[in-house]
């Protein structure tokens, strides 16, 4: 069914599959996981172990006997196609931070990212470096949101920006579109210890003031008073200066223009856009490592996804995904009916390129 061709060089060998371009995401799946057991095995017999009649033997070399029953249970590792990808693997999207990265609470200098400081960075990005409106602090606040948003690469400094495709992208959308705020959170969520904390520790539908963020932080963080005081602050503005906050209901001031800083509602976002769910769902898959979801695992301790992120209703987020099915372009095929609540994504497809797609 599926004729292939091996041919063998100096220092590599390269096989050729004829029909692939045809085959279903479960073929292609299977073929993706033998090549990546043939260029990782360490001979662990893991998937020896799993052979229920004993016709694959891994020790030394890797044989397979004419039992096989081609089952395809040794290409299935508890997730992984083979157990190094356990030492190997990192996440699609994030800037994968250490952890003492992710145990710091940076402060942005206490401020927050603003809509009009992207506006400003959007028109030219080349050249924001050296023509912006923004004070020094300011300026490093601001760079240090762009890194953790990944429009600009983990390396920029005032010296060498570099934007990345992602940028780029949203740049074309421009600060005032709703889905261009909808990644940037989503990429915060990964990347910012305090918006990780607010998505984490804030209920939706909660009322808190600042002065009860900053204590309520305490108990998982072992920062100063002043350390987190200071985190809250950025935070409070990027919500109330940012299309963020009341925009996508993620920190509705109750009290707006108060000088100590008001009450926020996280209401969470009512009316999402078709793309930002679907971009939050690939991030979503991108981290796990899995394209098929249930929208169940979504609303039960899910670190990331709509709900997460957004605060979207199960309901809304049905009708959603039923919608961007019904497209059939691909990007997302849902079966959701009676107990089942399935989701397939296209594991070739990136978060940032549904941004095109969608």
């Not at 992208?169 to 909808?182: C, E, N, Q, S």
């Not at 009708?319 to 609540?341: K, M, W």
């Amino acid at each position: 069914m599926y004729p292939y061709v091996i041919r063998c060089n100096d220092h590599s060998v390269m096989v050729e599959v004829d029909g692939l371009a045809h085959a279903d995401r479960y073929v292609l799946k299977a073929f993706r996981a033998v090549a990546l057991k043939s260029a990782y095995c360490c001979h662990c017999q893991a998937c020896q172990v799993e052979c229920p009649t004993g016709a694959l033997v891994t020790h030394e070399q890797v044989r397979v006997g004419d039992d096989c029953l081609a089952c395809g249970l040794c290409l299935d590792l508890h997730g992984e196609a083979y157990l190094t990808a356990k030492s190997l693997a990192t996440s699609e999207g994030g800037l994968g931070m250490n952890s003492a990265e992710k145990q710091s609470l940076p402060s942005y200098q206490t401020f927050g990212l603003q809509e009009g400081w992207l506006a400003e960075f959007f028109r030219s990005p080349q050249d924001w470096v050296s023509r912006n409106s923004l004070g020094n602090r300011q300026f490093d606040a601001m760079l240090l949101w762009l890194k953790h948003a990944e429009l600009v690469t983990s390396g920029s400094s005032k010296r060498s920006l570099a934007v990345t495709a992602l940028g780029e992208r949203l740049a074309k959308r421009g600060a005032g579109d709703v889905v261009t705020w909808a990644v940037i959170w989503a990429n915060l969520a990964r990347n910012s210890t305090p918006v990780q904390w607010y998505l984490t520790a804030v209920p939706w539908g909660a009322v808190m003031t600042k002065a009860e963020w900053v204590a309520k932080m305490g108990e998982t963080h072992s920062q100063s008073e002043t350390t987190r005081r200071n985190a809250m602050t950025a935070l409070f503005g990027l919500l109330t200066k940012t299309p963020l906050g009341h925009g996508l209901g993620l920190g509705e001031e109750v009290e707006p223009g108060k000088r100590t800083g008001g009450a926020l509602y996280k209401r969470g976002w009512h009316d999402p856009e078709p793309v930002a769910i679907l971009y939050a769902l690939y991030r979503y898959a991108e981290r796990t490592g899995r394209y098929e979801l249930t929208v169940r695992e979504l609303y039960e301790g899910a670190d990331e996804g709509p709900y997460t992120l957004f605060g979207v209703r199960r309901e809304t987020l049905e009708g959603i995904l039923r919608g961007l099915s019904a497209r059939g372009d691909g990007l997302i095929r849902v079966n959701i009916v009676l107990d089942l609540d399935n989701i397939f994504l296209d594991h070739t497809c990136k978060a940032v390129e549904v941004l095109d797609l969608a």
